[in-house]
T-cell receptor, first 115, second 110 residues
Framework: EAGVTQSPTHLIKTRGQQATLRCSPISGHTSVYWYQQALGLGLQFLLWYDEGEERNRGNFPPRFSGRQFPNYSSELNVNALELEDSALYLC??????????????FGPGTRLTVL | QKEVEQNSGPLSVPEGAIASLNCTYSDRGSQSFFWYRQYSGKSPELIMFIYSNGDKEDGRFTAQLNKASQYVSQLLIRDSQPSDSATYLCAPLTEGKSTFGDGTTLTVKP
């Protein structure tokens, strides 16, 4: 069974540009989570999508946005890039069963570098 | 105070010893609890999850959860191997949102 996939692997942008990151969840998973991990730091929760809707959002400015498509894949958009946006962006997928949320499985990540 | 607290380490143990990693969290609404392992430059991988008070064992790994007072979870790694050297992240799960600790870096010395 294929795991969570993310594209691109690496992305280099300059300040002020926009970045688009993509994620495909494990087949059968309806939830997609996005996290930011700056070098040497922990995971910071960005966004949670489930069944096509944004369910929760972390403490990030509005220039971080995303969406989930009918096939449950997801896109993270970062507008007006700043140098401190340079980080590893991780996507995770999960599913709900019996009214409970289950473990999250992570993709390999997209390394975003802002110059 | 952070929602999820972990000792940053680094924690160093000799090969074959028991490594003990602790995690404290304040969200009493947490439905379940996860432990992830992250090797340098890689994404986190789930190693243990526990839903209720008590212990859960899986091979060399044991996760303990105590919701009685301040929520505490402990991860024990028996017979530690050099391949266990990584950063271990804990994450309580509440209504679909995981809040991760900053992780404890473990080094197992041969």
């Amino acid at each position: 069974e294929a795991g969570v996939t993310q594209s691109p692997t690496h992305l280099i942008k300059t300040r002020g540009q926009q970045a688009t990151l993509r994620c495909s969840p494990i087949s059968g998973h309806t939830s997609v989570y996005w996290y930011q991990q700056a070098l040497g730091l922990g995971l910071q929760f960005l966004l949670w999508y489930d069944e096509g809707e944004e369910r929760n959002r972390g403490n990030f400015p509005p220039r971080f946005s995303g969406r989930q498509f009918p096939n449950y894949s997801s896109e993270l958009n970062v507008n007006a890039l700043e140098l401190e946006d340079s980080a590893l962006y991780l996507c995770a997928s999960s599913f709900m069963w019996g009214g409970s949320y289950n473990e999250q499985f992570f993709g390999p990540g997209t390394r975003l570098t802002v110059l | 105070q952070k929602e999820v607290e972990q000792n940053s380490g680094p924690l160093s143990v000799p090969e074959g010893a028991i490594a003990s990693l602790n995690c404290t969290y304040s969200d009493r609404g947490s439905q379940s609890f996860f432990w992830y392992r992250q090797y340098s430059g890689k994404s986190p991988e789930l190693i243990m999850f526990i839903y209720s008070n008590g212990d859960k064992e899986d091979g060399r790994f044991t996760a303990q959860l105590n919701k009685a007072s301040q929520y505490v979870s402990q991860l024990l790694i028996r017979d530690s191997q050099p391949s266990d050297s990584a950063t271990y992240l804990c994450a309580p799960l509440t209504e679909g949102k995981s809040t991760f600790g900053d992780g404890t870096t473990l080094t197992v010395k041969p």
